[in-house]
């Protein structure tokens, strides 16, 4: 029993496990089903240039929702730090200080909500929605409704360095993406900040009692997602080289379902970051793959739907708890003797 | 029941906790209304008083959660302020508080429950992880004798029983040092063998020169350990009497009668 459980215990706590296996058995099944796809680097590649800007918000919202709250609002950060970006570009052609306007203007938004949550006490789902009809509605009306193309972006050294091409086909946001998953798993998991966001979430009382400044780290919480979120919005004007006044419309619920399959917890206290990068990538890869696979664009939603409620249900299942169950089952129907194994070339093994 | 104080106030270090005049109001309504106290600088004092009495508010003032309305606060017979004061202060002056059930954060691990508002850091905020385990690790077996039983520094608060948590809690107190430690309630959810063990480590903190506040609906337990009881009730102190001049049999008696609106009659 116990070797048993110490052999596979180690699974359990490999962050992000379960997501990673459902990504990894996502492709597996997409490469059987539309091989003529899946077994060229193309469709990767593409994925990668599609799915960072997703991933930047989910990395920002897996901070929320750790801490027991929700953010409806990052949509309206994607349009409006996109907005003052390309302004500033096209206007100044000043692409950095375009670029540090358009953080800023998240940073103002993000703010603005951790005071409405922390300071009013709002509940983050109300004061959220209302932030994001609001800016959205002042996107609209700067920006006069129209799209800013700025194809003369691609020239820039921001461009290249942001969503240009490694070796001329590795897309930059991709390695963006991932080192900044990285770099937050460190601030949620080894800072003072990503610990007290998590016992935030836990509990906020005992939070308190123990010394932590609730209502500041709420503020920073929201200001820091809204930074991130001006981030995704970058990406994704500097990827399509135009701004669009609806852009990250129809982010919301994708975004949030990738935190969700990752594994973080809606009840708070409990942040998968690992999960949230696996979970972006099983969302992005979804409807293209479906789609690729020529079962009919009716299927697609239905597809996604059943991946994810089964993401879901194997993260809910397979907690720590749960691998060091399967593992302990895994050695009943396991050879029953691990030496033989272990030394198969041992004449008196067998 | 003035004059019963144990500590002169004229003498230098001799009070672990004093507050004059201390009020309290949410919005309009008075939760604390003069509250003067102090706790000998090696004193166990039993706070007595029902539900709703002004315990809690009492205990979140002198542990920096929220501020007083008004009145002024002494710890080790230094003046606080107390719109500054905060419980990263309370730490660092030397207050710990146990609660009854706000002490651990109940998904997370051990050895984030033990540092969690006072880190052990690299420079920038990261976490020492290996530190603060190896600390939580030598806490866990030897202060508190957790003993195998599979439990450990990752394991997550809601694996533990109520007394193992009030163990940690205890545990986590004493190794930051504190010279007063306040226990809100902490045997609420105990068996009377755990009951036993937060007794025990109350006799401790008599013994090893410190202060105590225990807050508690068991008589018999306020009475054991305590040197003197203060009685409040709807905000205000209406007694405080030390152990020498009451039995367990009186103080009960005393209570219920207070309970019952005779308390002008009973003045001990």
Known sequence: ?????????????????????????????????????????????????????????????????????????????????????????KTFHAPWIGFLLALASGALVGYLNGLLVARLRVPSIMATLATQFFWYGVTLLIAGGLQIDIQNVTATAIHTIFVGRLFGVFPMQALWSLALTAFFWF?????????????????????????????????????????????????????????????????LLPVMAAVFIGGTSIA????????????????????????ATGIGGYWVQLVEGLVMAASVILNVILGEEGISLLSRAARKWAVPSPVAVDRPGDPGGA | MKGDRLVPESQPERTALRMVNIEKYFGSVCALNSINFEVGHNEIVGLIGDNGAGKSTLVKILTGVF?????????????????????????????????QDKSLGEKQVMWRNFFIGREITYPLGFLKVREEKRI????MVN??????????????????????????????????????????????????????????????????????????????????????????????????????????????????????????????
Request: no cysteine; charged share 20%; hydrophobic share 50%.
């Open chain 2, 143 to 268: 202060t508190i004798g957790f003993r195998g039983k599979g439990i450990g520094v990752d394991s997550k608060a809601n694996k533990l029983s109520g007394g193992e948590r009030q163990g940690v809690a205890i545990g986590r107190a004493m190794h930051f040092e504190a010279d007063l430690i306040i226990l809100d309630e902490p045997t609420v959810a105990l068996s009377l063998k755990e009951v036993r063990k937060v007794l025990n480590f109350v006799h401790k903190i008599k013994e090893s020169g410190k202060a105590s506040i225990y807050i508690s609906h068991n008589l018999a337990d306020v009475y054991e350990i305590s040197d003197r009881f203060i009685v409040i009730d709807r905000g205000e102190i209406v007694a405080s009497i030390v152990k020498a001049k009451i039995s367990l049999k009186e103080l009960d008696e005393f209570l219920l009668e207070y309970s019952h609106g005779l308390k002008d009659k009973v003045q001990p």
């Open chain 1, 268 to 291: 708070g206290g409990l942040g998968v970051m690992a999960g949230t990068f696996f979970g972006s990538y099983i969302i992005g890869s979804l409807e293209a793959g479906v789609v």
């Open chain 2, 67 to 99: 501020p007083p309305t008004s009145g002024e606060l002494y710890i080790a017979d230094k003046k606080v302020d107390t719109r500054s004061y905060s419980v990263k202060k309370a730490h660092a002056l030397g207050i710990e508080t146990v609660y």
């Open chain 2, 136 to 139: 939580a690790t030598d806490i």
């Open chain 1, 187 to 251: 601030i949620l998991n080894r800072h003072t900040f990503g610990e007290a966001i998590i016992f935030i979430g836990d509990n906020a009382e005992v939070a308190r009692v123990m010394g932590i400044n609730v209502e500041k780290t709420r503020i920073k919480l929201f200001t820091m997602h809204g930074v991130i979120a001006a981030f995704a919005g970058l990406l994704l004007t500097l990827e399509i080289n135009v701004f669009f006044p609806t852009q990250g419309q129809g982010m």
């Open chain 1, 1 to 89: 029993m116990k070797t048993g459980r110490t052999r596979f215990a180690f699974l359990g706590r490999i962050e992000g496990l379960p997501i990673a296996m459902v990504l990894l058995v996502l492709y597996i099944v997409f490469i059987f089903t539309a091989p003529r796809v899946f077994t060229g680097y193309r469709i990767y590649m593409s994925f990668f240039q599609t799915v960072p800007p997703m991933l930047v918000l989910a990395i920002g919202l897996t901070f929320i929702i750790t801490a027991g709250e929700i953010d409806l609002s990052f949509p309206a950060v994607v349009a409006l730090s996109g907005f003052v970006f390309t302004w500033v570009f």
